[in-house]
């Protein structure tokens, strides 16, 4: 018998998020990240399907939480009901840092405004979780925005439509593959 | 919006007049809302403003005192200026200003706060300037202030003048004064026996309260359209009725009770079902005016719930006393549920790949809070324990799974992993992406109530 792919009703990110989309960040090609927005507000920060660390059967040589001297992702501790202490992240503010096999360092951005509930320490030990299931056990963050700011956290962010679109476009216009770059910037906490 | 009481009136007013600005009245209304303080300095005395001439548009003075002191003794009244000047808010420049002149010979060359000495009215202007001029790069920023000695002293002063407005005649004040004045004292200032009085003392008002009257039993939910509780978001209702509503409707008007609290043994989300013996519930009637009822009424209230709707059905409907919520609340921490899942596998399976979950005894899972709750409850990771599992093969993606769980287990995140944040989970045990469509509570095991045969 087949293992057939088997499609079904709506999945549990289709049921309960939305999916928005911010592409080419901070001016890279490709450097797309996904944010699934629950309807509880809670946001979880996920690579988008077309982020070049997912294209061309890649590898991951390390993932550091460690964005700066002082600053630790994992050392995030939120407390009760208001999750306190956990940090506040704006939108460019640094998750992680991803280096793949061939060098090249990719830095993940929270992408939204909120409050940092916790960082994914599973891709730590199994990066490949990362590669294989970006948008479910590979996530990076959950964010939770402020309550005020629920309904216009996601405003500079793109629908799925808008996105597909963008995507859409570079495959026409005769895209080379991402050239990984010879200097990554270093990026303030 | 300001959230300001009726109380808060004659506060804001004498404050107003004796020069304080608006931040510092709300700090002595004991406004604890961030919100508050954030909005203009000119929004908020403007609203001030508002307020207090609101006031004098709303009916008789004495309905206004009447209405904001139901629960207190009448002695408590607020002592009330005989000679009040109306204070008008005057657009919106200058509001402050206005309101100084009004009251006593104040010097009103100055709208300085006579608490704050400014700090809360305009003082971050100054401040952000020399910020801006010093160029330097940051995201972020601390800043402290010192605040001069005098404000302290100023604050007592503010606080003690808010308290020799209020009546100090109070029950207490009078009773531990009498405690202190002697006898020769009392009779100079006092005539004994006690004069006649013109006339008796009449009842300002006379209310009664029942006891609450306590009603348990057991309900299943057959719907997966019906939230156990009123769903409201913004003051509108996203979903009709409710568990408790349909429970507590015939039973509120049969007891003549003005309100209740209901409280169940744990409770299901609004897509699942609860068959076999039900949810113990317990309802708390609040006064009702009428309390007794024999087996055969209690019977009969619990037929005409049913009959009210095919969403819900009650069994075991008993008054009870109220120790009943302590029984419930107990079952809800130790005790074991039984459920049946309707679950969905990306990979097609045979009956065979899913015998051995049947194996599997005391499963025990660490589940980190449930993203779709996470919003309202703590961030934590909860052990919990499956006692028991048996599958029912459907077809090559689908089966049924019983499961007989701790109390606590979401069910919903061990079958599809919560980001993989429910460890293990059934994707984890199938090798597969698991789904769950449909989710069936079977049983409560919580011996109470006591059943009581039909």
């Known amino acids: 018998m087949e293992d057939m792919e088997h499609n079904k009703a709506p999945s549990v990110i289709d049921r309960y998020y939305t999916r928005w989309y911010k592409t080419d960040i901070k001016g890279k090609d490709c450097e797309d990240q996904c944010v699934l927005q629950h309807s509880n507000r809670i946001c979880v920060i996920t690579l988008a399907e077309s982020h070049p660390i997912l294209q ?37 503010a640094p998750l992680c840092r991803i280096t793949c096999t061939d060098g090249v360092e990719y830095t993940i951005y929270s992408c939204i405004r909120g409050r940092l509930l ?72 | 919006m300001l959230p300001l009481k009726e109380k808060d009136r004659p506060i804001v007013k004498k404050l107003l007049e004796a020069g304080c600005c608006a931040r510092c009245v709300l700090r002595f209304c004991c406004l604890g809302v961030q919100s508050a303080y954030r909005q203009s300095y000119e929004d ?104 001069p000695a005098q404000l302290s002293v100023r604050e007592v002063s503010g606080y003690i003048f808010i308290v020799s407005q209020q009546n100090v005649f109070t029950r207490m004040a009078v009773v531990k004064a009498l405690e202190k004045v002697s006898d020769e004292k009392f009779l100079k200032k006092f005539p004994c026996p006690p004069t006649r009085p013109a006339s008796k003392c009449i009842a300002q008002d006379v209310q009664c309260l029942h006891v609450s009257i306590f009603v348990a039993g057991r309900y299943n939910k057959f719907s997966r359209t019906l939230p156990q509780t009123p ?134 899972l660490a589940q980190k809070t449930p993203l779709r709750v996470l919003h309202r409850r703590p961030l934590a990771v909860r052990e919990r324990v499956i006692h028991t599992m048996s599958t029912c093969f459907l077809d090559a993606h689908h089966f049924h799974l019983k499961l007989r769980t701790q109390a606590g287990t979401y069910i919903k995140e061990f079958v599809h992993g919560d980001f993989g944040r429910t460890k293990p989970n059934l994707c984890d045990l199938l090798k597969t992406e698991t789904d769950i469509l449909e989710l069936d509570v079977e049983s409560v095991d919580v011996d109470w109530p006591p059943s009581i045969p039909e």
């Open chain 1, 56 to 92: 061309n059967g890649r590898s991951i040589k390390s993932i550091n939480y460690q964005i700066s001297a002082g600053c630790s992702r994992l050392h995030n501790r939120v407390s009760g009901k208001s999750k306190r202490g956990g940090q506040f992240l704006t939108e460019f």
């Open chain 2, 44 to 147: 908020t005395a403007r609203e001030l403003c508002a307020f207090v001439s609101d006031k004098e548009n709303n009916g008789s003075q004495d309905a206004a005192v009447l209405e904001q002191h139901k629960e207190d003794p009448p002695s408590k009244k607020m002592k009330m200026d005989a000679a009040e000047t109306d204070v008008q808010s005057e657009g919106d420049s200058a509001v402050v200003a206005t309101v100084m002149e009004e009251g006593d010979a104040e010097p009103a060359d100055s709208d300085v706060c006579v608490v704050c000495l400014g700090v809360l009215q305009q003082f971050c202007d100054e401040i952000s300037e020399v910020v801006k001029a010093k160029n330097y790069q940051f995201d972020t920023m601390v800043l402290s202030v010192s605040l």
């Open chain 2, 231 to 364: 769903w409201v978001i913004d003051g509108e209702r996203r979903m009709e009725s409710s568990v408790e509503e349909l429970i507590a409707a015939p039973l509120l008007s049969s007891f003549r009770a003005e309100g209740f609290n209901f409280s169940s043994s744990g409770r299901e989300d609004v897509d699942v079902r609860t068959l076999g013996n039900g949810r113990p519930f317990a309802l708390e009637l609040l006064n009702p005016h009428r309390a007794k009822f024999n087996k055969a009424e209690v019977r009969q209230l619990q037929e005409t719930i049913n009959q009210s709707s095919d969403k819900i059905r009650v069994r075991d409907l008993q008054i009870v006393s109220r120790d009943a919520m302590g029984h419930m609340k107990e079952g809800e921490e130790d005790k074991t549920k039984s459920y049946t899942a309707l679950i969905w596998t990306q990979k097609a399976i045979n009956k065979d790949d899913i015998t051995f979950l049947e194996e599997t005894k005391e499963l025990k």
């Open chain 1, 118 to 189: 916790e960082v994914n320490e599973d891709i730590l030990e199994r990066p490949e979780l990362l590669l294989g299931k970006p948008s479910t056990e590979g996530y990076i963050a959950v964010i939770l925005p402020k309550i005020e700011e629920s309904k216009t956290v996601t405003n500079g962010l793109l629908s799925r439509e808008e996105y597909e679109s963008v995507v859409s476009k570079r495959t026409k216009s005769t895209q080379p593959e991402p050239q990984p770059e010879p200097q990554p910037e270093p990026e303030p906490c």
